[in-house]
């Protein structure tokens, strides 16, 4: 079974930034083998989709990397395969970035259906992440 543990979540000024990890571990598969996604969810709100990224980390024919509408062109994900890790730089931060951010790995839906799908058998516990003056 692998197990995600998100962490650097905290609390930030608007305009600010903030750097999320996924960091996986107790599965036979390392973490390359998976599409991850991060998700956020606000009091009151649904869950949304923030950012998805491939196996290799490259846009093109494994997936690629997506963002959701609201985030593009101020998050950036990326992964680190050594560290068995994926992050979510988050730049200019707003107020309604605040959530508990999720990340969740799947072996087989790409990033392109992670929107649409029943994505990720298996997620983390969240972090919080408050945009607060």
């Known amino acids: 079974q692998l197990q995600l543990v998100e962490s650097g979540g905290g609390l930030v000024q608007p305009g600010g930034s903030l750097r999320l990890s996924c960091t996986a571990s107790?599965?036979?598969?390392?973490?390359?083998?998976?599409?991850v996604g991060w998700f956020r969810q606000a009091p009151g709100k649904e869950r949304e989709p923030v950012s998805c990224?491939?196996?290799?980390?490259?846009?093109?024919?494994?997936?690629?990397?997506e963002y959701g509408d609201s985030v593009k062109g101020r998050f950036t994900i990326s992964r680190d395969n050594t560290q068995n890790t994926v992050y979510l730089q988050m730049n200019s931060l707003k107020t309604e970035d605040t959530a508990v951010y999720y990340c969740?790995?799947?072996?087989?839906?790409?990033?392109?259906?992670?929107?649409?799908?029943?994505?990720?058998?298996?997620w983390g516990q969240g972090t919080q992440v408050t945009v607060s003056s």
């Open positions: 990224i491939s196996s290799s980390g490259n846009e093109g024919s494994d997936g690629g990397i």
């Open positions: 969740a790995a799947d072996p087989l839906i790409a990033c392109r259906w992670y929107k649409e799908s029943h994505f990720g058998g298996s």
């Open positions: 107790g599965s036979t598969l390392a973490l390359e083998h998976y599409f």
